[in-house]
């Protein structure tokens, strides 16, 4: 079993800045991939950001150029820094693990910006 604990988020005004971090723990393999995914009220979940452990990254289409993710393997941390932020990055943020075929979910941290 792998545990996630997020922190950061809240609230910030457009064009600012938050940054969030997720930090995994348990029985954790060396080759794996973690992210962050997005849930806007009336949405689909939507992809953030995936980095493996190679630092391999995949952005969303709508957060390209804005936000960056990073990793720590010996810590087993994900950090997000979101840049330039949108009213329509508002939504729950939830980090994501993936490794031995299972994936692994936060409990989700509201993002919202105000226009």
């Known amino acids: 079993q792998v545990q996630l604990v997020e922190s950061g988020g809240g609230l910030v005004q457009s064009g600012g800045s938050l940054r969030l971090s997720c930090k995994a723990s348990?029985?954790?393999?060396?080759?794996?991939?973690m992210g962050w995914y997005r849930r806007a009220p009336g949405k689909q979940r939507e992809l953030v950001v995936t980095?493996?452990?190679?630092?391999?990254?995949k952005y969303g289409d709508s957060v390209k150029g804005r936000f960056t993710a990073s990793r720590d393997n010996a810590k087993s941390t994900v950090d997000l820094q979101m840049d330039s932020l949108k009213p329509e990055d508002t939504a729950v943020y939830y980090c994501?693990?993936?490794?031995?075929?299972?994936?692994?979910w936060g409990q989700g941290t509201q993002v919202t910006v105000s226009s």
């Open positions: 348990g029985s954790i393999l060396s080759i794996n991939t």
């Open positions: 994501y693990f993936f490794h031995a075929m299972r994936e692994y």
């Open positions: 980095i493996n452990n190679g630092g391999s990254t």
